[in-house]
């Protein structure tokens, strides 16, 4: 299916995950409220409303859907930097400098999507080929960890080129894996999980969801010791979470819309941000805000926004073009762990619910101002100073906070 890019208009998830009311010291005020479930308003994002985009690949309610959005309608022709952010526009607004030293060589990434994209390998060499990002170790698997036997294809190529090359803007140096599942059903994918696991992976991320879901997979693939997993909190907005982003083992990573004028970057919350209270997983010990007795997403967050987007070349659906959604910040964020360095010791995201008031304000911007949705002003929508639901804890500031 080479040649013009395939999308399939979303079925725009409707299932709602309760959120509970409150703030705390570090949160917003109290006179910020939040809204529980039946009384909670979901509001499309305006990345929808305004026809900015679309969903890259089918969107089934409850089950495993991809979250890459391709700029919407006819866009003139693009190359690199043209079609979006570049590496270099990330790597200046994290403060992350990949290309110097050793940084992140032998920390292995992996991806792990469904069906195959088969250029995915050549993709990334013309990528890293325009950005200046020299070459790297990339292998792909099928999710029984062989190196041939792909699966078929599934709709998911547009997502799957994009995961490798945001890996790749954040760590350069950083071996890649990409894990290919039969198929976009849950069990296959928790077999590739487990599979990554198996091949080596210190760091695993996930750009698909389970919207209205948080038992779509098997928890216990997404738990084990000493591997960070991260998973995008999806594109719906507030209160849309689900599996895997949900889950108290796994980093959830929210959006921002990136901004520059002159040399100088600056972000706001993503309008499309998964954010919210995800009723039926226990709150973890190292979550302290209040206005959520369950757990609390997002952790942290990056680019995901669609004014314009990140850059992203696919020969298979038609070369470059911009692309936007959560599922470019988390392989972003899986990359700036792999420059730090220490994924086994981390324990999903609990350093970046500790750190310290000195050290959060040195690793990490706090973003304030933007929303995601209806929520009575919460913090659990609404981007304010501290924690906010749809950037987390903020974006890099350096790797530190990693």
């Known amino acids: ?26 949160m917003p005020s109290a006179g910020q409220t939040g809204t529980t479930g039946s009384s909670a308003s979901h509001v499309m994002p305006l990345w929808e409303a305004q026809g900015l985009a679309r969903h890259a690949c089918p969107q089934v309610v409850g089950q495993p859907t991809c979250l890459a959005l391709t700029q919407q309608g006819i866009q003139p022709a693009c190359t690199g930097a043209t079609c979006g952010w570049a590496p270099i526009d990330l790597e200046t607004r994290y403060k992350l400098t990949p290309l110097i030293g050793t940084r992140g060589s032998g920390q292995i990434v992996a991806i792990v999507d469904a069906g195959d994209n088969p250029t995915v390998a050549t993709d990334l060499t013309t990528y890293r080929s325009q950005f200046t990002l020299g070459t790297t170790t990339f292998n792909k698997y099928n999710q ?145 805000d209040t206005g959520c007795t369950s757990r609390t997403d997002s952790d942290v967050s990056a680019e995901a926004g669609c004014s314009p987007g990140v850059a992203e070349y696919d020969a298979h659906d038609g070369g470059w073009f911009g692309v936007c959604g959560t599922s470019a910040a988390s392989p ?37 101002g933007g929303s995601n949705g209806s929520c009575g002003g919460s913090y659990l929508c609404t981007a304010v100073k501290g924690y906010d639901g749809p950037t987390g804890w903020g974006t890099p500031n350096g790797d530190k906070a990693f």
């Not at 760590?171 to 696991?197: G, M, Q, R």
Request: aromatic share 8%.
């Open 144 to 288: 029984l960890g062989q190196q041939s036997n792909y699966p078929s294809y599934t709709g998911w190529s547009v997502e799957i080129s994009l995961d490798v090359e945001m890996v790749s803007a954040a760590c350069p140096k950083c071996t890649i894996y990409l894990v290919e599942a039969n198929s976009a059903s849950s069990s296959d994918l928790d077999t590739a999980e487990a599979e990554a696991v198996t091949l080596g992976a210190h760091i695993i991320s996930n750009s698909w969801i389970c919207y209205g879901s948080v038992n779509c997979v098997n928890t216990a693939d997404f738990s084990t010791p000493g591997v960070v997993y991260l998973a995008a909190s999806g594109d719906a907005g507030y209160n849309q979470n689900g599996a895997p982003e949900a889950l108290a083992t796994v980093v959830s990573v929210g959006g921002t819309q990136l901004a520059k004028s002159g040399t100088t970057y600056s972000e706001t919350a993503w309008n499309g941000a998964g954010s919210g209270c995800a009723t039926g997983v226990t709150k973890p010990s190292w979550q302290h």
């Open 1 to 26: 299916m080479n040649g013009t890019i395939k999308l399939v208009a979303p079925l725009v998830a409707a299932l709602a995950i309760a959120a509970c009311s409150g703030a705390s010291s570090n």
């Open 332 to 368: 972003d964020i899986a990359g700036v762990y792999g420059l730090a360095q220490n994924a086994s010791s981390q324990d999903a995201a609990k350093k970046l619910w500790t750190l310290s008031k000195k050290h959060y304000h040195r690793w990490l911007h706090d973003i304030i």
